[in-house]
Nanobody, 119 residues
Framework: QVQLVESGGGLVQAGGSLRLSCAASGSIFSIDVMGWYRQAPGKQRELVAIITSGGSTNYADSVKGRFTISRDNAKNTVYLQMNSLKPEDTAVYYC?????????????WGQGTQVTVSS
């Protein structure tokens, strides 16, 4: 099992910045990918950004150039730096840890943290 605890959400004005943190604990060995997803009211959960164990990153088109995902392996923590926030970034943000195995993949989720961007 992997436990994920997010922090750093809140209310910010459009154009502002927030940094989300996700601390992982438990059986964190061989986690292949960590990422951030978000879900706005009435919408499906969507990928925001991911980072692999090798440090490769990928972003949703809607956040490219504004958000940066990073990881501190010593602290078992993943960060999401969000700049130039827009009202459409308002959502609950979830941390995800994924481990691939012979049967497929294991996904672990945090409890979510609310990000609200006012216009």
């Amino acid at each position: 099992q992997v436990q994920l605890v997010e922090s750093g959400g809140g209310l910010v004005q459009a154009g502002g910045s927030l940094r989300l943190s996700c601390a992982a604990s438990g059986s964190i060995f061989s986690i292949d990918v960590m990422g951030w997803y978000r879900q706005a009211p009435g919408k499906q959960r969507e990928l925001v950004a991911i980072i692999t164990s090798g440090g490769s990153t990928n972003y949703a088109d809607s956040v490219k150039g504004r958000f940066t995902i990073s990881r501190d392996n010593a602290k078992n923590t993943v960060y999401l730096q969000m700049n130039s926030l827009k009202p459409e970034d308002t959502a609950v943000y979830y941390c995800n840890a994924r481990r691939y195995n012979r049967l497929g993949q294991e996904d672990y989720w945090g409890q979510g943290t609310q990000v609200t961007v006012s216009s």
